[in-house]
């Protein structure tokens, strides 16, 4: 059951309101038995949910295979947890009793357009050449990397968006790069298309943002600026368009149409 706004409010005052992520928090309500939980969406983009019970928890609750958070709203009375198994609920933590898994997107909504040629993720008129391509033996090997890009812009240079869509994610204030330390502590930005697919704009500078969750964008606007955050051995922009699940999907572009990009080649937008 989702809440419009006006209710939020209302979870605010009278719930206790506790972050799970960056994107999703949840809040807490006493009744004579059970403690029930409530999540809330913070983004602009469905998020899919799994929620599993600790073994201790998992005789006495029931959670459903997934739910989906509606973007900017709540899902009320999630899991309802025996007082039992809860002495005390001031000092309840909700990792302890419950995993949380979060992915954007609704799989039942999300239609990827393969067809579609995007605009490299560039200013017009630049030429880049790319590093790693499809597959990329360094680190484009996983079920979310497979066909991401890497182009070899440097810092300062612009990222464009490839593909029109609303801002729904952004950060800008990492400073460093290194190994797989660093894996989650990248700036960047993520846009959600009319298909429902999101493409993700990666390592960019601190600060390097120009735009603002909720934001919609064209194709080919400037969007950010490039710079060597995160888990990355040399300033690049690593670019990747993933569907439900966070799975990886092909791209290809315009004035290329159908040819995979190769590592080590020079590409010119010209559009």
């Known amino acids: 059951m989702a809440k419009n706004n006006s209710t939020l409010l209302i979870l605010f005052l009278f ?161 460093k790069s290194g190994g797989k330390d660093y894996i989650r502590k990248a700036n960047k930005i993520v846009l959600m298309h009319s298909d429902g697919t999101y493409s993700n704009y990666v390592h960019l500078d601190f600060n390097g943002v120009m735009v603002n969750e909720g934001d919609i964008v064209k194709a080919g606007e400037a969007i950010g600026i490039s710079g060597n955050t995160g888990y990355s051995g040399g300033p690049h922009l690593h670019f990747v368009v993933r569907k439900e699940d966070d799975i990886a999907i092909p791209v290809y572009f315009k004035g290329y149409k159908r040819k995979i990009l190769k590592q080590d080649k020079k590409y010119k937008r010209t559009n």
């Open 15 to 175: 719930f206790t309101y506790q972050a799970l992520a960056q994107d999703v928090s949840y809040t807490k309500k006493d009744s004579k038995d059970s403690l029930h939980i409530n999540l809330i969406n913070n983004t602009y983009t469905p998020i899919k949910i799994t929620l599993e019970a600790r073994d201790s928890l998992k005789k006495f609750i029931r959670v459903e295979p997934y739910s989906i958070l509606p973007p900017k709203d709540s899902l009320i009375n999630v899991i309802a947890i025996p007082k039992l198994k809860i002495p005390d609920s001031s000092d309840f933590k909700f990792g302890s009793y419950i995993k949380f898994y979060s992915v954007y997107g609704d799989p039942k909504t999300i239609k990827p357009d393969l067809d579609y040629l995007y605009t490299l993720p560039f200013s017009k008129g630049k030429k880049y050449k790319v590093t790693q391509s499809f597959n990329g033996k360094k680190s484009h090997n996983s079920i979310k990397s497979k066909y991401a890009i890497d182009f070899n812009l440097k810092i300062g240079d612009t990222v464009c968006a490839a593909r029109g869509g609303i801002v729904v994610k952004t950060i800008s204030h990492f400073k």
